[in-house]
């Protein structure tokens, strides 16, 4: 079957009463067009409403997509930042609507950034900018957003997220840690509105994400311990060598 029927028949889907997660003309326009197919490799998959693995992070269910742009609420020439780039697959929605210059997306593991740039390169989106950044940073350079997307869950709003939306902007985020709640929240970090809820992995920071050297500073940290208690068994000499350094 042609991709663009699948397209079609997964919106259809996602429209109707059973689930109801696409509810603007804007968002049905933009998932009809986007190429799914191209952030998915298994053709079928790619338009079925399930989530994926990849490369150590998560690849949305489309209904999820559609929940979290529909909650964003983007119009045409809107600056746009999405936070946890994935495959690329909602920074293209985004750019369907907002135009593809104005949407900039950052993920804290260089290699999802290659893949969602690889991505979006193919679907036709090579205008989105991605770039390896830690996720509660921001992207300040290219600040104010009108809108923020937080594809990772966080207990609060990230300061420096909030300091880069515009006065009248709008950061869509998954709030909470083991029970979490799909929130928007306003230029002065305020929770205007709930939406649901959700289930996302945490924002990460430096040194937990995928295929970095140390996984957690929790482990790093065991690690440490253990070396240092290694070297506290070497009995008399240790003691010896620490009066001599004294």
């Known amino acids: 079957m042609e991709p663009a ?13 059973a689930k109801g997660v696409v509810r603007s003309d804007r968002v049905s326009a933009a998932m009809r067009t986007v190429p799914r197919h191209e952030f998915v490799e298994d053709d079928r998959a790619a338009y079925a409403d399930t989530a994926h693995r990849r490369l150590g992070t998560r690849v949305l269910a489309p209904s999820t997509a ?5 909650a964003l609420d983007v119009r045409e020439g809107d ?17 369907e609507i907002a135009g593809e210059h104005n949407v900039h997306a950052v993920d804290i593991a260089r290699q999802v950034v290659y893949d969602a ?5 193919r679907a036709g989106y090579g205008g989105v900018l991605v770039d390896p950044r830690d996720g509660a940073d921001g992207l300040p350079e290219y600040a104010p957003f009108d809108r923020i997307l937080v ?28 029970g979490q709640t799909l929130v928007a929240v306003d230029a002065d970090g305020a929770i205007e509105r709930r939406h ?18 140390e ?5 790093r940290e065991d690690r440490e311990h253990a070396r240092r208690a290694a070297r506290r068994k070497r009995g008399w000499e240790h003691d010896w060598i620490d009066w001599e350094g004294d």
């Open 79 to 95: 600056s746009v930042l999405v936070v946890g780039a994935g495959v690329g697959y909602t920074a293209a929605v985004l750019a």
């Open 151 to 178: 594809e990772a869950a966080v207990v609060d709003p990230p300061r420096r997220l909030v300091d880069q939306l515009t006065d009248d902007g709008r950061m869509v985020m998954p709030q909470g840690a083991s």
């Open 215 to 219: 996984r957690n500073r929790t482990e």
């Open 196 to 213: 649901g809820t959700v289930a996302f992995a945490p924002l990460l920071v430096e040194g937990e994400q995928a295929g970095a050297i």
């Open 5 to 17: 029927v699948l397209r079609d028949d997964m919106v259809d889907g996602l429209e109707h009463e």
């Open 66 to 70: 559609a929940r979290l742009i529909e």
């Open 117 to 121: 740039r690889e991505n979006l390169e």
